[in-house]
């Protein structure tokens, strides 16, 4: 259940008083792990894993309630309260600015000694890459949402006389967003502090790709392979697989993996260090981008026409684990998975991702199928890539597997989905996650994100009374009854 998911009165999912039920609601129904989406910002359609910061949160998750109560905006200027229906990305970017802008105001004239001491320290701690991700903001904002390789050129190709001198400039602007990653910080370490009072583990998630026109590319872009331009030598994407029978094609531009190895991964650790402050569990999203990535010639419009290109995913992972002690990592080792993917995971001894949805498509030796799960794995009955449980089965999904799925649970399309749940609860996997639509039994109207589509996507919100105390007793038998 993503953040932005949940109810809230002003458009989008946030750290306002819902969040904190929802995870009450998990202490009640006997959980232990909450995962979310990348709490990186999403594009202009929702999407997180195409971020223009690889280290900024998600400002849009900043509740607005909580600053009133913080004593950082005044009421007058909270948005009107909206009905809960999907997210519209646009509007809301739009409306979380304005906050934002009213709040910092108000900050200045209002806050506190322990506040402004503690928006002093946010500055201080993340300036390694907070200054550059403000500066860079406020140039798009200034630019009007131009690409950084559009802009003037002195500008696009960092001469420090020419930066220094819009710093001062643009100051304001500046200082508005290093102020919005501050709240982001302060609400987000409220709510998960109150989640491990309560027992419950948040388990995130770390994009592969960082998108062309980011701030970590503009700044650091001799990790990428980039021509003289700064155009991309390859784009990224997947051939065809279970997703996509086009394959996907992302165009992220590819990183310079030769680079990134000679400096000792430095960047990546660094973004592995963000994420343990941020979660508790992490999951690395296309996982058999560390052993091979598919370069896509950067003038092609299909991912058909690509090729592999090995990543020294080995040295990589000894580094992060010499590193890393106390975050766990689950890789994300879905899609067109080769031996070699296979080995490189169980040499990181990272558990892998089971999806029982996937386990239909073949035989009952389909190593996604419940009874095949080996412990060391992460179980799921579908993520945010795939259609709800309820929606598979009664529309989505092909029906020779749809009648294979039926026989296999011994079950009514009616409770397939708490039949998924069941099954994967009293399986053998080390954790077993399962997403709220499918709890809650709802239809494909609810799912979440459709690969290589990008139109009503990431915008699903559930209702305000959706979870009942009635459910939350029911889950929890099950999790005692299947001894979790």
């Known amino acids: ?179 919005g990653q501050w709240i982001f910080f302060t609400q987000y370490k409220k709510l998960k502090r109150y989640a491990h009072r309560k027992g419950i583990r948040i388990f995130g998630d770390i994009p592969f790709f960082i998108i062309h026109d980011s701030v970590n590319v503009w700044v650091d872009r001799d990790l990428f392979l980039l021509d003289d331009n700064n155009i991309p030598l390859a784009k990224s994407g997947v051939p065809p697989d279970y997703f996509s029978k086009r394959g996907q094609l992302w165009g992220d531009p590819q990183y310079d993996w030769k680079k990134m190895e000679k400096n000792r991964f430095r960047w990546f650790i660094r973004r592995l260090e963000m994420a343990e402050q941020f979660y508790d569990d992490v999951r690395l999203d296309h996982f058999r981008g560390y052993q091979a990535v598919w370069h896509v010639d950067p003038k092609s419009k299909s991912s058909k026409n690509g090729k592999w290109a090995e990543v020294p995913g080995n040295d990589l992972f000894k580094r992060v684990n010499s590193k890393f002690k106390n975050l766990s990592i689950i890789a994300e080792d879905l899609g067109y998975i080769t031996s070699a993917v296979v080995k490189l995971r169980e040499n990181a001894r990272f558990p892998g991702m089971r999806v029982i949805q996937f386990g239909f498509g073949g035989k009952h030796d389909n190593f996604h199928l419940p009874s095949n799960f080996p412990k060391e794995c992460v179980a799921y009955t579908g993520t945010h890539d795939n259609d709800t449980t309820y929606g598979w089965i009664t529309k989505s999904g092909k029906p020779p597997q749809k009648k294979f799925a039926l026989k296999y649970t011994n079950t009514d399309k009616k409770n397939f989905a708490w039949k998924l749940i069941e099954m994967g609860m009293k399986s053998k996997a080390y954790w077993f996650i399962f997403p709220v639509q499918d709890a809650l039994s709802l239809g494909s109207e609810a799912r979440m994100n459709k690969p290589s589509t990008k139109k009503k996507n990431w915008q699903w919100r559930m209702k305000n009374d959706a979870l009942s105390d009635e459910l939350a007793i029911k889950i929890k038998k099950l999790t005692k009854s299947a001894r979790r």
């Open 1 to 179: 259940m993503h953040i932005s998911s949940l109810p809230s009165p002003y458009g989008i999912g946030d750290f306002g008083m819902e969040t904190f039920r929802f995870v009450d609601f998990l202490h009640n129904s006997g959980q232990k792990i909450w995962q979310i989406l990348p709490l990186t910002i999403p594009d202009s359609i929702g999407s997180p894993y195409a971020s223009p910061s690889a280290f900024a949160g998600n400002w849009l998750l900043i509740s607005p309630g909580e600053l009133v109560r913080e004593g950082l905006l005044h009421k007058k200027s909270l948005p009107k309260k909206q009905r809960i229906n999907s997210v519209n990305y646009s509007k809301i970017f739009r409306q979380r600015k304005e906050i934002i802008e009213h709040s910092y105001d108000y900050f200045r004239k209002h806050a506190s000694i322990d506040q402004r001491s503690s928006f002093k320290n946010l500055i201080s701690k993340q300036s390694k890459w907070l200054d550059d991700y403000a500066l860079f903001m406020a140039l798009k904002d200034h630019f009007n949402g131009d690409q950084w390789f559009k802009w003037p050129e002195k500008i696009a190709n960092r001469d420090e006389k020419t930066l220094a001198s819009w710093r001062k400039k643009i100051r304001r602007q500046i200082a508005i967003y290093q102020y």
